[in-house]
């Protein structure tokens, strides 16, 4: 079975900061991974994802994830943190090539508030 | 690019109605999805279409309907709304056999 884990449900941090939100992820073949932000009353958007290749891929507005094979980790980065950030941001799994058909799994989200 | 419309943005019922929830895009993508988001958990899937005369259902089917109209169009019922229900449905949409999926607006339903 596949299951995504946002372990913080809010994080806090002042403006200028550096960011990382934290993602496990539990899957027994090789998984696509995926950031995707929510701003306040508005829908999901994209905002990066790992297939293959190289472990540090970077998206828009900034952020850049890291792909952990060895402790299953998906780690969202950015530095530093503007008040712009503010938003719920949300960690998604695919399972990959292996899959005849995939959907995404998503966690549970993690709530950032960036003060001044 | 393209964009995903949903209508409507806020729909109020009441316990036992049957609601109806539709979706549009103009991607010309294959695949489209509905989600339910509740507060303080992820999405969970409620249907899926690979293709236009395709039908699956998600994690969380159980009171729910979908219906592929065409390829640009997916539609979702509520077959009988629950009291005090609080959800926000949200559609997306993905080339066939993509990762990446795009996402509407959102319909914030509430059940009185």
């Known amino acids: 079975a596949q299951s995504v884990d946002q372990p913080d449900a809010h994080v806090t941090l002042s403006e200028g900061a550096s960011l990382e939100l934290r993602c496990s992820y539990s899957?027994?073949?090789?998984?696509?991974l995926f950031w995707y932000v929510q701003y306040p009353g508005q829908s999901l958007q994209f905002l990066l994802k790992?297939?293959?290749?190289?472990?540090v891929v970077k998206g828009t507005k900034g952020f850049e994830a890291e792909f952990r094979k060895s402790n299953s980790s998906f780690n969202l980065k950015k530095s530093p943190a503007h008040w712009s950030d503010s938003a719920k941001y949300f960690c998604?799994?695919?399972?990959?090539?292996?899959?005849?058909?995939?959907?995404?799994?998503f966690g549970q989200g993690t709530s950032l508030s960036v003060v001044p | 690019g393209g964009i995903i419309t949903q209508t409507p943005k806020f729909l109020i019922g009441q316990e036992g109605q049957k609601l109806t929830l539709k979706c549009q895009q103009n991607?010309?993508?294959?695949?489209m999805y509905w989600y339910r988001q509740d507060s303080g958990k992820g999405l969970r899937l409620i249907y899926y279409?690979?293709?236009?005369?395709?039908?699956q259902k998600g994690d969380l089917s159980e009171g729910y309907d979908a219906s592929r109209e065409k390829k640009s169009s997916f539609s979702l019922t509520v077959t009988s709304a629950q009291k005090n229900e609080m959800a926000v449905f949200l559609c997306?949409?993905?080339?066939?056999?993509?990762?990446?999926?795009?996402f509407g607006p959102g319909t914030r339903l509430l059940v009185l």
């Open positions: 279409s690979i293709t236009e005369n395709d039908l």
């Open positions: 790992y297939i293959t290749g190289d472990t």
């Open positions: 899957y027994s073949a090789a998984p696509y």
């Open positions: 997306a949409s993905s080339i066939l056999g993509g990762d990446t999926q795009y």
């Open positions: 991607f010309n993508h294959d695949t």
């Open positions: 998604a799994l695919e399972g990959g090539a292996s899959s005849s058909f995939s959907k995404l799994v």
